[in-house]
């Protein structure tokens, strides 16, 4: 049988409360935390995307054009939200170095070819940046099911930039709850 793919798109401290933190991000973490144990009881895929730096950060692309150094592999930082993580012990993480995850493309597909997912859900950090780009990442990687962003356990930079990703997905035929 069928069942859903759960992403949650980069619920890391330095997006929550550290150096990339706001108080939008901070508001969806128990929203986040429910998703994430309903879909565990319904047996779910959950997979965690885990955005992922060097110390050379500030010399990469996006370095240059967000000189902010966040989420470097092994810092408290990088690591996913304990108040997340802890849900889902046995949830697949993909690290990502730049904001869309062809490896979660690929395991998108993979899933879909074996038949084991008939839609795909994301949320998390940031709307904006993250979110849309792995939304539409997955669904060009699976244009024949239904892909869906959950609104309300997601946050955007600012809640405008927020709602105006919500409303470029729309248009590209992502699904928003």
């Known amino acids: 049988m069928a069942k859903r793919l759960i992403v949650a798109v980069d619920m890391q401290k ?19 935390a429910e998703r994430l144990k309903k879909a565990k009881a319904e ?12 110390e050379d950060y500030m ?3 996006e370095g240059k054009n967000l000189p902010v150094p966040h989420c470097i592999k092994g810092s408290e930082g990088w690591e ?10 046995d ?6 170095e730049t904001f869309g995850s062809r490896g979660l493309g690929e395991l998108a597909a993979g899933l879909l070819a074996e038949g084991k997912i008939d839609c795909i859900e994301l949320f998390g950090l940031c709307t904006d940046i ?10 060009a990687f699976c244009p024949d099911i239904p892909v869906y962003v959950n609104a309300s356990c997601s946050a955007g ?18 699904h928003i709850l």
Do not use: W, Y
Not at 14 to 32: H, N, Q, R, T, W
Not at 80 to 89: A, D, R
Not at 130 to 139: F, G, P, R, T
């Open 130 to 139: 993250c979110v849309i780009s792995n939304a539409l990442l997955v669904k």
């Open 14 to 32: 330095d997006f929550i409360d550290g150096a990339l933190g706001s108080a939008e991000a901070v508001k969806i973490v128990e929203p986040c």
């Open 43 to 54: 047996g779910d895929i959950v997979v965690f995307t885990r955005d992922t730096h060097g």
């Open 157 to 174: 930079v600012t809640p405008e930039s927020h709602d105006n990703a919500l409303n470029a997905m729309k248009s590209c035929q992502i």
């Open 59 to 61: 010399q990469t692309e």
């Open 80 to 89: 996913i939200s304990p108040l997340l993580s802890g849900i889902c012990e």
């Open 91 to 96: 949830a697949r993480i993909l690290d990502k």
